[in-house]
């Protein structure tokens, strides 16, 4: 229920620009027997009893639905036909990008009188207290204030008697013909595990994500988590069950996957953890939020700052139900906006800013690689206006130019390209609105 609520604000008002309706498709074919079909479908209409609930409007997210086999192969042409008789139909809120949202959020707080510092590492928190280190420069600094550990799978670190259990996430990138270019997200049961799902998740560009595991990964780096091959082949394995042709690894374009902080509960697989959030205030120690889920950042962030509030005595009501972040509009007024609409989909409002460094010389409005419709404009403003200081953050959490594995080198020589560009005329460029660094 609280996710629906919080999807209702992002679709509504919040981030209506970057979380847009997608449709999933449950194909229900030879693999799914008529019993697992019903209770399927009971399943998703019980979840759309809380779409209900969260008042999200039927034009917003529309109902789902049973349909035929001729709909269900035009929304995704590469189903195996091999005892097809339709899918189940409904609709969910998409994230154009999770990097996106985060850059949005900064921002947003950022216009709200907040300075963001990136590549800076916290240690020795206290409740009011904690060292801060510039990993660029080495620089240490003593900051005073209220303290909120909001470190996901690092959280226990810094919360004594706090235990987090890391998930990986793992997905593969694979080009949309592989799949017969599908235009809905399809959705196969994990065999054995009724209610997991491995996911086809169309993107731009012509690129489909398939994800996504969910495994125990103790111990495994948190930046940068590798992509096992047993993964690989579960995935491959289980989205081949409802297509004609059999993905195999020469398919595969690209790999990334992630961890999720999960407060750690006994026994169990992490799939059967729960997914919602923990607030700790301990005497002497940082407020730490930990758990949750991206679609209730809000919440989460509400409550610690909540918590802070009762520690300093206030009781300010939160307003960020109905706070759109920067860029954030409606369809109607975003097909107004000037700007390219592949911009439009990444910038919201934003997107002239980004057009307006484009027309500045002809490599700013090109694309950065063939066949993706990022342009080096982008790059520039990443740097100008986000936050951005190497080339990684640039093809990795700005834009998602190093998602294909081929096209790393080309992405980052662009990126390097864009520091450089930008370097030389920060401060003359009005489009920027930079994030601080104190
Ligand atoms: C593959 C995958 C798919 C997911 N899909 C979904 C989904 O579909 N829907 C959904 O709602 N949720 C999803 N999630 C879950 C969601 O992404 C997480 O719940 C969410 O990112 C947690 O946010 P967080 O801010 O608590 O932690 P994180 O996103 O992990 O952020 C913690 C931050 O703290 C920083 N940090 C850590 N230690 C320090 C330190 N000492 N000093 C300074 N900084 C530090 C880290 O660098 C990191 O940036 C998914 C997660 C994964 C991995």
Not at 123 to 128: I, P
Not at 196 to 211: K, N, S, T
Not at 280 to 287: I, S
Request: proline content about 7%; overall charge neutral; charged content about 20%.
């Amino acid at each position: 229920m609280e996710s629906a609520r919080e999807r209702h604000h992002l679709l509504t008002r919040v981030a209506p620009d970057l979380v847009r309706p997608v449709p999933f498709l449950i194909p229900l074919d030879a693999t799914t027997r008529p019993a697992l079909a019903a209770l399927l479908a009971a399943g998703i209409h019980a979840g759309d009893l809380l779409r209900v609930a969260a008042l999200t409007p039927g034009s917003a997210l529309p109902r789902p639905r049973r349909i035929g086999t001729t709909e269900a192969l035009a929304l995704a042409p590469g189903l195996t036909t091999d005892g097809l008789r339709g899918a189940i139909l409904y609709l969910d809120g998409q994230l154009e990008d999770d990097a996106r949202l985060v850059v949005g959020l900064a921002r947003t707080a950022a216009a709200h009188g907040a300075d963001i510092v990136t590549r800076c590492a916290a240690s020795d928190l206290t409740a009011d207290c904690v060292q801060l280190t510039d990993l660029l420069t080495g620089q240490t600094l003593t900051a005073r204030g209220m303290v909120v550990n909001a470190t996901g799978v690092w959280a226990a670190d810094h919360a004594p008697g706090l235990a987090m259990t890391a998930s990986r996430g793992s997905h593969l990138v694979v080009r949309a013909a592989s799949l017969g270019w599908p235009r809905a997200v399809v959705s196969t049961a994990v065999p054995g595990h009724f209610g997991r799902f491995v996911f086809a998740i169309p993107h731009a560009d012509g690129l489909v994500h398939i994800g996504l595991t969910d495994e125990p990964a103790p111990g495994v780096d948190g930046i940068a988590p590798a992509v096992p091959d047993a993964d690989e082949t579960f995935l491959l394995e289980t989205m081949s069950r409802a297509f004609a042709r059999r993905l195999t690894p020469a398919d595969v374009v690209g790999r990334y996957a992630g961890l999720r902080p999960l407060v750690s509960a006994a026994g169990g697989g992490t799939a059967d953890i729960s997914r919602r959030h923990l607030l700790l205030t301990p005497d002497g120690g940082p407020v730490t939020i930990a758990g949750g889920k991206l679609t209730t950042y809000r919440v989460m962030a509400r409550d610690a700052v909540d918590a802070v509030a009762r520690r300093l005595g206030s009781a300010a009501p939160s307003c960020t139900a109905d706070l759109p972040l920067l860029g954030a509009a409606g369809a109607a007024m975003l097909r107004s906006v000037a700007a390219p609409p592949e911009l439009v989909r990444r910038y919201g409002t934003l997107a002239p800013d980004v057009q307006a460094l484009a027309a500045l010389d002809p490599w700013l409005a090109a694309p950065v690689l063939p066949g993706r419709s990022t342009i080096a404009a982008e790059l520039v403003y990443g740097v100008l206006a986000e936050g951005a200081l190497t080339a990684e953050d640039l093809v990795e959490r700005r834009t998602r130019l190093s998602l294909v594995d081929a096209d790393r080198a080309v992405a980052l020589a662009a990126a390097h390209r864009a520091l450089d560009w930008a370097a030389s005329t920060h401060g003359r460029l009005s489009a920027a609105r930079p994030l601080a660094r104190p």
